[in-house]
């Protein structure tokens, strides 16, 4: 734990990524789709188009500076905040200022320029709030505690929702509160620090068809079945955590620093299309704990499950295979 002789701010800054586009050697641009990033993983695939001539990337930035930032007895001034890029492996750094989107507000955006040959795999990125603080200039009151990756060869920035999963026999399970859903394959914990689904090994091959590997047809069951089980995880955690918010008087609801301000994040966009993201937060949040809209809300939220959890590809890798499988075993 580092020691500052000056007063900061105790709470990370929240870094978010809202576009990528990537500029072309015909100077054309291709916007990429929100699949090019991911808030959960904080990573970005600059590889997922497939291009092979891009130039550079634009990547949209939004950080929010946590509370106490404006207030009006804090002991800095001339604030600043900058996102920083650097690749440990070229020794290229590059930093751009922000702008703040409305005077006295703790949300800033702006846009970084990634140039293609300035890195040869992954960079990190990172944003610094900077102020004069005692009368020295050029002093960090705040930071994000953790950077994102941006990957100038990947085509894939999610890995999967990040969860543990643990086998455990519902009927006879210490964990006494899992008795009671001794007949479902799979159950979603949400309350752990890290979220976690327990498969039922009483159901019957259950576990036998996870752990399948090949290209049969229990292959193909095995890849619907993974999709279903990260469609519920999705839901569940994303339930969870718009259920546990810490909401500040007169600014509304906080994002939460840990899985659960990671899962918000990633899925509002998909709830609450086309505004900004601590708007979304908002307005699920006026929603959930108003007289109506909530009912109506949970087929976007079931709609954003499904995008996490890959589900078409999943079941559409099905289809493929079966019907491969049926022409093979016609001729």
Same mark, same amino acid.
């Given at each position: 734990?580092? &020691? @500052?002789? @000056? ?18 050697? #015909? ?23 497939? %291009? ?11 950080? !929010? ?28 750094? !590059?930093?751009?200022?922000? !702008? ?12 970084? +320029?990634?140039?293609?040959?300035? %890195? ?7 944003? %610094?709030?900077?102020?004069?603080? #005692? ?29 543990? $999963? ?14 009671? @859903?001794?007949? $479902? ?16 090994? #009483? ?75 601590? +708007?979304?937060?908002?307005?699920? %949040? ?8 909530? $009912?109506?809300?949970?087929?976007? &939220? ?30």
């Amino acid at each position: 734990m580092k &020691i @500052y002789p @000056y007063k900061r701010l105790n709470r990370p800054v929240t870094l978010r990524v809202t576009s990528v586009s990537l500029k072309l050697d #015909d100077g054309t641009r291709d916007q990429l789709e929100t699949s090019a990033y991911s808030t959960q993983q904080q990573a970005v695939a600059l590889g997922i188009a497939g %291009h092979t001539d891009w130039v550079s990337a634009m990547i949209g930035l939004s950080a !929010t500076l946590p509370p106490g930032a404006n207030a009006t007895d804090v002991p800095w001034s001339d604030l600043c905040v900058l996102a920083v890029l650097t690749d440990g492996e070229t020794n290229v750094r !590059t930093s751009v200022s922000l !702008t703040r989107d409305a005077e006295n507000g703790r949300d800033w955006s702006g846009f970084l +320029e990634v140039l293609r040959d300035d %890195h040869m795999g992954q960079a990190s990125l990172a944003v %610094h709030a900077v102020a004069t603080v #005692d009368g020295v200039p050029g002093r960090a009151i705040a930071e994000t505690d953790r950077s994102w990756i941006i990957d100038t060869v990947s085509d894939d920035p999610v890995s999967g929702l990040q969860l543990e $999963v643990q086998q455990a026999s519902f009927r006879k399970s210490a964990r006494e509160w899992l008795h009671a @859903y001794a007949d $479902v394959p799979w159950i979603v914990d949400t309350s752990a620090r890290v979220p976690t689904v327990f498969v039922n090994t #009483d159901v019957e091959g259950v576990i036998g068809l996870l752990d399948s590997s090949g290209s049969g047809v229990d292959s193909k069951v095995r890849d619907l079945l993974v999709a279903q089980m990260a469609t519920d995880a999705w839901t569940a955690v994303f339930h969870g955590a718009i259920g546990d918010l810490e909401v500040e008087p007169g600014s509304g609801p906080v994002f939460p620093t840990d899985w659960q301000g990671e899962v918000l994040r990633e899925m509002l966009p998909d709830v609450i299309p086309g505004v900004h993201v601590e +708007e979304a937060l908002r307005q699920v %949040h006026h929603r959930r704990t108003g007289d109506s809209g909530w $009912v109506e809300l949970q087929t976007r &939220i079931h709609y954003a499950a499904i995008r996490r959890a890959d589900a078409a590809k999943a079941l559409g890798y099905a289809i493929r295979g079966l019907e491969q499988m049926n022409r093979e075993s016609e001729t």
